[in-house]
């Protein structure tokens, strides 16, 4: 495939393997930022991307089949895609089964279709990954390939998910469908500690968190936070339970292998800040966030024995402890879940994209979006006000 715009052609292949691309040339593209410090997040980095799929986490058997697209100008990289072929929606949190339903139900076949995205992950970050320099005509080459790809293909469609608002609105300009969703976030006003952010709450609000934590501390046992070499391998023997027990309830199979976990160990431990919780000096549960450089990411809980209010301690208070003892802006919680706003987690907007190949129906999803941007814009502005904020405090927000 080329790319026919001004300038030097480029020229986008497909690869079925990151072992086809050197770590340096993608990550060149995927998070030039890495050399001075951390990635913004580690979700598109050659590491975390090739710990999926050595795992067996994704590739043959799972529905997500790896199509990454490469970018080149001259015989340099410029640009990279985490692409994936799918046949079926599980394990991507922007949820597309009506529409699948929709076109099914009128005759046409949803499935297969290509994703770009990162599997099982619903936080927000570039997906469009582009060398400095490069932004637009990478970007453009990149999107001009995947649609090419889909059309020769014969499939019905082409998913760009939890991608930047700067490349929802770009994309929108070529000719894409945007989609505007929402999950709750928590942002860090340069609290000193958990007690800065405390006084920024309601006095109802802030009593109820502190009797959560108290309670949650109570549970006869010790909870610590830890990162890099503080992970040890029996510590993912631990969470693997948590995250089946956990996995099994919300998707029926968990969609990470236990050697993903093993790999992780190796390549990704000062990428994790994992919060475990013991008692009689056994895990009883867990909790597994992603650090980037500005953002925490919260994904995995999971535990062995239910205790009251341990899971808001585990997975929201000491995300928020470790965000401000590390400087950063904001906590992403994950997908769902309106509890979270009660627990001083806003709700924001994230963003995707869409081409459908039949006009007619992708015409339909045009007006479906359009009338869902207006219903989330509406919800964000109504639980917002719900907050635990103090008044005065939120209107210096807005």
């Known amino acids: 495939m080329t790319d026919q715009s001004p300038g030097p052609t480029l020229t986008v292949s497909v690869l079925t393997s990151l072992s086809q691309i050197a770590a340096g040339d993608w990550d060149a593209c995927a998070c030039p930022e890495d050399a001075e410090g951390r990635p913004y997040d580690p979700f598109t980095t050659h590491r975390f991307l090739s710990a999926l799929e050595d795992s067996g986490s ?16 001259e015989g ?17 949190y922007i949820f597309d089964h009506n529409w699948a339903h929709a076109l099914e139900n009128a005759g046409g076949a949803y499935y297969p279709k290509l994703q770009i995205a990162v599997p099982f992950t619903p936080a927000t970050g570039r997906r469009f990954l ?20 889909a059309a020769e293909n014969g499939l019905s469609s082409l998913h760009t998910t939890f991608c930047t608002e700067a490349e929802a609105i770009a994309g929108e300009r070529m000719g894409l469908l945007r989609r505007v969703t929402q999950q709750f976030h928590w942002y860090n006003r340069d609290y000193a500690d958990f007690d800065a952010f405390l006084a920024d709450l309601s006095s109802r609000k802030r009593k109820t968190i502190r009797k959560e934590r108290r309670t949650a501390q109570a549970f006869g046992g010790q909870i610590e936070t830890l990162t890099g070499e503080a992970i040890r391998p029996e510590h993912w023997d631990a969470f693997w339970q948590f995250y089946q027990d956990t996995g099994a309830r919300k998707w029926g199979a968990p969609y990470l292998t236990r050697a993903f976990f093993e790999i992780a160990h190796e390549t990704l431990r000062d990428d994790i800040a994992l919060v475990l919780c013991t008692r009689h000096g056994q895990p009883v549960a867990g909790a597994l966030n992603f650090i980037g450089r500005q953002a925490l990411y919260g994904r995995y809980w999971g535990c062995t ?34 509890h979270k706003l009660a627990r001083g987690y806003l709700p924001a907007q994230t ?48």
Not at 58 to 73: D, K, N
């Open 130 to 149: 582009t060398k400095p320099g490069h932004e637009t005509q990478g970007m453009s080459a990149l999107l001009q390939g995947a649609v090419q790809l």
């Open 305 to 338: 024995e239910d205790h009251p209010c341990l899971h808001f301690e585990a997975c929201y208070y000491r995300a928020i402890d470790f965000a401000i003892a590390q400087g950063l802006t904001r906590v992403e919680a994950g997908a769902q879940g309106d």
């Open 58 to 73: 994704v590739g043959r058997g799972t529905g997500w089949e790896p199509r990454y697209l490469v970018a080149e100008a």
């Open 76 to 92: 340099e990289t410029i640009a990279v895609a985490p692409l994936y072929g799918k046949t079926h929606s599980q394990g991507e």
């Open 351 to 398: 963003h995707s994209l869409h081409w459908i190949a039949n006009p007619g129906f992708s015409e339909a999803v045009e007006r479906f979006l359009k009338a869902e941007r207006a219903a989330v814009d509406e919800d964000i502005e109504i639980l917002t006000g719900y907050g635990p904020f103090r008044k005065t405090t939120q209107e210096e927000r807005e």
